[in-house]
């Protein structure tokens, strides 16, 4: 419950982007995860909303407009967005019946595996939390079992890049430059219709690649709009990138990726580019209202990939045969027959990685009310993969690696993803959690440059601030001073999910990560139970019990 000061009486003009209203009269608790009303939307009752519908139990006539409806009603499709874009990343308030929370990591006294069971040498340090990716002879091999998504064309993706393609690099785990990139670029150059240079995309490869030291890969992603311009082939043949990764889709929204566009420039730049632009930026109306200052921004879409079996298969073929080492797919929370399709067909073209994104994670820039309300969440999602996987498998047909996506963020919830879908997800998928280490270690970084300057008193302070730093600055000596606040803190975060899921897996006696299984968690509820075939935590063990027992 957050606790808002609402106007209960006629007259008190709303601040728009201010979440806060003053009553001297009363306090109204509202609950944020009720419709109409979200810190998201910057949207807010009067009083306490009707459970159904999220309006006030008693809509005043003379409110200016606290809530989503109300709002809507001045602003329109702005307000379908979190806000403010840009500065935000959003994710799901949605308490969906049954998420990661709802098992719990076994635990064992007796032995260990992967080492010796040894007191003195199965200590959590010694935990191996290295997994590899990929098909055939062509591995990944990643320090850590944890990645981060696509980094695409939003602004706040733009503006955090270096940090995180520096820290990914440093940490050895695979990166996804996200869609749109080059087509977003305002200084990209095209020669019949296709994309022959990209400064942004050009500066986000630069960065990774000179940081890059053996782990990890970097991979860049195509939607519909990125294929047509030739973004695989500039990619991959101008600028040495690796891997491509096709996207069907994500777990926040079950539509193409939009920005927000400031200036009718803009708009128009993008709409000649070929992207879908509303409202239409060439509209007389549309330009006069801009001036006028009524429409104050324009929204950037992408269009709807049709998926079809050949077509994939076809274009895996295509991107190996103009030079990609990895192909991979990303595919998102829609129904379960499209994830068949995504198994199905990643199996047949044998690709490299398959990421399966869930409901409930978050993005820079969806549409709010499908963030919360479209999509099959997570854990119900990678218990679907897990069925799906194993039936192709005891048909003796190719497993590629997996990945899952959805709201992870710290060590338990990565044991529990790789357990709950073993032996086939190799890796986990983050995003927004990354991008809020980045922004914290920019903003404590920046702070400690206003107090003490860039010089000596300044190094000593991040330090003091970022407890890898030190770490940091004696594996890279002088260049230590290129490495950003934001990378400082991706990696300190890396540092500390890495140490926190050595120390679960010493719990559970693993000491290697492709030893974690589904026995290794159990079900709270029989809901759990029901949904992910683990066995509810009062059934585990039952014939080992007896067994014991006698």
């Not at 519909?224 to 491509?244: F, H, N, Q, S």
């Not at 192909?327 to 499209?338: I, P, Q, S």
């Not at 969440?377 to 218990?383: A, F, K």
């Not at 770490?471 to 890495?498: C, M, Q, S, V, W």
Request: glycine share 10%; proline share 4%.
């Amino acid at each position: 419950m957050v606790r808002w000061w609402a106007a209960a009486h006629e007259g008190l003009s709303l601040i728009s982007g201010n979440v806060e209203f003053v009553d001297s009269e009363r306090e109204v608790e509202v609950s944020l995860s009720k419709p109409n009303a979200s810190a998201a939307t910057m949207t807010t009752t009067r009083v306490t909303p009707s459970p159904c519908s999220g309006l006030c139990v008693t809509c005043v006539d003379g409110c200016p407009g606290y809530c989503e409806v109300g709002r809507s009603a001045l602003r329109g499709k702005e307000v379908i967005y979190p806000q403010p874009f840009g500065k935000i990343t959003a994710g799901a308030e949605k308490d969906y019946p049954v998420d990661y929370s709802h098992f719990n990591i076994q635990g064992s006294c007796v032995g260990a595996q992967g080492i010796e069971a040894d007191s003195d040498k199965a200590i959590f340090p010694a935990v191996d939390v290295s997994t590899e990716i990929g098909a055939g002879d062509k591995k990944i091999k990643m320090k850590v079992p944890f990645f981060t998504g696509a980094l695409g064309s939003t602004e706040i993706a733009r503006v955090n890049w270096e940090g995180a393609a520096i820290a990914i690099a440093m940490c050895g785990a695979v990166l996804v430059c996200g869609e749109n990139v080059c087509g977003m670029d305002h200084k990209s150059e095209f020669k019949n219709g296709k994309v022959v240079k990209s400064p942004e995309l050009e500066r986000r490869v630069k960065i990774y690649q000179d940081w890059y030291q053996g782990y990890g890969a970097l991979l860049v992603q195509a939607n519909v709009e990125d294929t047509r311009i030739g973004v695989p082939e500039y990619a991959i043949e101008k600028l040495g990138v690796e891997g491509m990764e096709i996207k069907w889709g994500q777990g926040a929204k079950d539509i193409g990726g939009e920005v927000k566009l400031p200036s009718l420039e803009r708009a128009l730049e993008l709409n000649r580019r070929g992207y879908i632009v509303i409202p239409d930026p060439e509209d007389p109306a549309v330009q006069e209202s801009y001036k006028a200052g009524g429409v104050r921004e324009f929204e950037r879409h992408s269009r709807l990939g049709m998926v079809d079996e050949e077509a994939f298969l076809r274009e895996v073929e295509r991107l190996r045969g103009i030079g990609a080492k990895y192909v991979t797919l990303k595919t998102g929370a829609y129904r379960a027959a499209d994830l068949a399709r995504a198994v199905k067909f990643a199996s047949e073209a044998k690709i490299d990685l398959l990421t399966v994104d869930g409901a409930g994670g978050g993005t820079g820039m969806s549409p709010w009310r499908m963030m919360n309300e479209w999509g099959i969440p997570t854990v119900y999602i990678e218990s679907l993969l897990y069925k799906f996987l194993k039936r192709l498998d005891e048909k003796g047909e190719f497993i590629p690696s997996c990945a899952i996506a959805g709201g992870i963020t710290l060590e338990d919830h990565i044991f529990k993803a790789i357990a709950l879908g073993a032996p086939y997800i190799k890796a986990v998928c983050m995003g927004r959690s990354t991008l809020t280490a980045a922004m914290v270690g920019k903003t404590q970084g920046r702070l400690l440059e206003e107090t003490h300057g860039k010089g000596k008193k300044y190094q000593e302070a991040l330090s003091r601030t970022f407890i890898a730093a030190a770490e940091l600055k004696e594996k890279y000596g002088n260049d230590f001073h290129r490495i950003p606040p934001a990378a400082i803190g991706i990696y300190t975060y890396y540092d500390r999910i890495a140490a926190g899921l050595r120390q679960l897996m010493a719990g559970e006696r693993k000491f290697a990560l492709n030893l974690i299984d589904r026995d290794d968690i159990t079900a709270l509820t029989r809901e759990a139970a029901d949904v992910s075939g683990i066995p509810y935590i009062m059934e585990a063990d039952l014939e080992e019990v007896e067994r014991i027992l006698g």
